[in-house]
């Protein structure tokens, strides 16, 4: 069975940084596009960042963009985001997904796996 699981949340002050990573078990990772998202109360999982396969390419939301970078290791199954200047609004719990394919990248469902989630509060 496929694992996904994210560590490194926390609470922080606004302008502060985290690093999330996830770890991936039982997936042919370097073969799987992966992507961060994040859910805050009452509102729907939305997209962070995502990474292909090869490392080559990265994408971001417009609400991240110049503040997170997304990173993998596929010799260590994991992949990261570095989260800098924080702000109260990037408080939600953040998801790490697996896909094959890279077709909708920023669409939830696109995604075959998910981690359980880490939560990220910054507080103001």
């Known amino acids: 069975q496929v694992q996904l699981v994210e560590s490194g949340g926390g609470l922080v002050q606004a302008g502060g940084s985290l690093r999330l990573s996830c770890a991936a078990s039982?997936?042919?990772?370097?073969?799987?596009?992966m992507g961060w998202f994040r859910q805050a109360p009452g509102k729907e999982r939305e997209f962070v960042a995502a990474i292909l396969r090869s490392g080559g390419n990265t994408y971001y939301s417009d609400s991240v963009k110049g503040r997170f970078t997304i990173s993998r290791d596929n010799a260590k199954n994991t992949v990261t985001v570095q989260m800098n200047s924080l702000k109260p609004e990037d408080t939600a719990i953040y998801y790490c997904?697996?896909?094959?394919?890279?077709?909708?990248?920023?669409?939830?469902?696109?995604?075959?796996?998910w981690g359980q989630g880490t939560q990220v509060t910054v507080s103001s």
């Open positions: 997904a697996a896909t094959p394919s890279s077709r909708a990248l920023f669409q939830p469902q696109s995604y075959n796996y």
């Open positions: 039982r997936l042919a990772f370097s073969g799987y596009h």
